[in-house]
Nanobody
Framework: QVQLVESGGGLVQAGGSLSVSCAASGHTFNINTGAWFLQAPGKEREFAAAIIWIVSSTYYADSVEGRFTISRDYAKNTLYLQMNSLKPEDTAIYYC????????????????WGQGTQVTVSS
């Protein structure tokens, strides 16, 4: 089993920056892919970004490409999401997720989830 715990998030003005972190523990050797999903109020949880844990290749949804950066600290088993040029529509609960297989964008493909952290962007 893998446990994921997010931290960070909060309130920021539009155009600002914020970062969230996700500490992994347990059987972290099982992780091949780490990802961030976001769930806006009244909407489905959707893919934002993913990273291949060992080689650090990254993948982004069109909506965040160029504004968000996913990264990981291999030694610390920690996943990060740096968010720049934030927009009010980025307001959501941000979840980190992990899976033992290759990168996927469908949420039901992920085995492990954090509890989520709120990011609110004011206009």
């Amino acid at each position: 089993q893998v446990q994921l715990v997010e931290s960070g998030g909060g309130l920021v003005q539009a155009g600002g920056s914020l970062s969230v972190s996700c500490a992994a523990s347990g059987h972290t050797f099982n992780i091949n892919t780490g990802a961030w999903f976001l769930q806006a109020p009244g909407k489905e949880r959707e893919f934002a970004a993913a990273i291949i844990w060992i080689v650090s290749s990254t993948y982004y949804a069109d909506s965040v490409e160029g504004r968000f950066t996913i990264s990981r600290d291999y030694a610390k088993n920690t996943l990060y999401l740096q968010m720049n040029s934030l927009k009010p529509e980025d307001t959501a609960i941000y979840y980190c997720a992990a899976r033992s297989g290759p990168v996927r964008s469908a949420r039901n493909e992920y085995d492990y989830w954090g509890q989520g952290t709120q990011v609110t962007v004011s206009s």
